[in-house]
T-cell receptor
């Protein structure tokens, strides 16, 4: 069964304390992996798409990487405004395209 | 107005009521989606409209009924809901069924409470 698992469920960091969020997946026919940021009371906001193992993308303090089984979202020197829920989603093609979301990681950054 | 706009932002309804959620996108996208988001659970796809063709998740109860009159507007009609239907309902759009290189653009959602 296609599955996307994010860990940890919640992460508390001090400002400036770098860390990584994990998204592991078991799907057939991976076509892409997406990262989104969701602030309270808002819809998810697109961050990155990764297509193949070894690919990396960066945006400000965020860097996403992809292997054949998982993706990492590295946060370097986070600030309180980075506090949000980060969602991972996988686009799979198994008899048709489908997007499977993980449950998210809630990140709290304390000043 | 740009992006994906959802109305209302909040809705409280009784189990015997009938209401509708509305979504508009002004991005020129050709696919629109309804997702349900419950606390600590992954987003659940309810319906997809791609080039005005409906694709639905077979596990969605018939008390949810979508309508897509054109590529810019999407509705979700609700009737005789249950308390477990309380959740955040998100509308999204994309260029192409797969979300292309830019993923989905989501609205801010409708927070639905069924009492």
């Amino acid at each position: 069964e296609d599955q996307v698992t994010q860990s940890p469920e919640a992460l508390r960091l001090q400002e400036g304390e770098s860390s990584s969020l994990n998204c592991s997946y078991t799907v057939s026919g991976l076509r892409g992996l997406f990262w989104y940021r969701q602030d309270p009371g808002k819809g998810p906001e697109f961050l990155f798409t990764l297509y193949s193992a070894g690919e990396e993308k960066e945006k400000e303090r965020l860097k996403a990487t992809l292997t054949k089984k998982e993706s990492f979202l590295h946060i370097t020197a986070p600030k309180p405004e980075d506090s949000a829920t980060y969602l991972c989603a996988v686009l799979a093609h198994t008899g048709g395209f489908k997007t499977i979301f993980g449950a998210g990681t809630r990140l709290f950054v304390k000043a | 107005e740009t992006g994906v706009t959802q109305t209302p932002r909040h809705l409280v309804m009784g189990m015997t009521n009938k209401k509708s959620l509305k979504c508009e996108q002004h991005l020129g996208h050709n696919a629109m989606y309804w997702y349900k988001q419950s606390a600590k659970k992954p987003l659940e796809l309810m319906f997809v409209y791609s080039l005005e063709e409906r694709v639905e998740n077979n596990s969605v109860p018939s008390r949810f009924s979508p309508e897509c009159p054109n590529s810019s507007h999407l509705f979700l009609h609700l009737h005789t809901l249950q308390p477990e239907d309380s959740a955040l309902y998100l509308c999204a759009s994309s260029q192409g069924r797969t979300g292309d290189s830019y993923g989905y653009t989501f609205g801010s959602g409708t927070r639905l409470t069924v009492v």
